[in-house]
């Protein structure tokens, strides 16, 4: 790994071992973690969203912090369609008892609430399962998404 070493905070479809092999081999895994105050959404168009964190008063998100590389933040800016759809945040979480800041990519505003597409969906599932994290905060973002985006809808 060459140059700056950053902290980053994997909650979506980078959770997933083999994808992040592939697209930032010089990345490693530091650990697990829980981010506590924020919620998993989905946001893009109708059957192609993708994952966000908001914050969320009594919610927590499962996450998978990282340790990149300049090379392999330039790869994730490209992937997350940085500072058009995502833009970066440094978030504080605990790891191993120790409380860190770890930037994020959360999405930009203005996208819709919507449900993801079956692939990316089985990609994150595929990382929820890499990393031991029960599926129950994976199924209740996709719930929340689309009971949301009904609700407003029919407002």
């Known amino acids: ?19 992040m092999a592939f697209r930032c ?3 490693r895994p530091l650990g697990t973690a829980r981010l506590r105050g924020w919620r998993l959404l989905f946001r893009g168009a109708e059957g192609n969203a993708f994952a ?13 912090l990282w340790e990149t590389g300049e090379l392999d933040e330039k790869r994730l800016d490209r ?3 940085w500072p058009v759809h995502y833009f970066k945040q440094g978030i504080g979480v605990t790891l191993d008892g120790k409380e860190i800041t770890a ?3 959360v999405m930009t505003e203005g996208k819709p609430l919507n449900l ?5 969906l089985r990609t994150i599932k595929q990382g929820y399962r ?14 929340a998404s689309g009971e949301e985006r009904d609700g407003q809808h029919n407002t």
């Not at 790994?1 to 959770?15: D, E, P, Q, T």
């Not at 008063?57 to 499962?62: D, H, L």
Request: proline content about 7%; overall charge positive.
């Open 116 to 120: 993801p597409g079956m692939n990316y």
């Open 130 to 143: 890499d990393c031991g994290f029960p599926d129950a905060a994976l199924r209740q973002a996709v719930r």
């Open 1 to 19: 790994m060459k140059g700056k070493k950053r902290i980053y905070m994997a909650y979506g479809s980078n959770l997933n071992l083999g994808q």
């Open 52 to 64: 966000t964190i908001e914050e969320h008063a009594g919610s927590s998100v499962p996450v998978l």
């Open 103 to 105: 930037m994020a990519y």
């Open 25 to 27: 081999p010089g990345a």
């Open 79 to 81: 992937y997350e369609g």
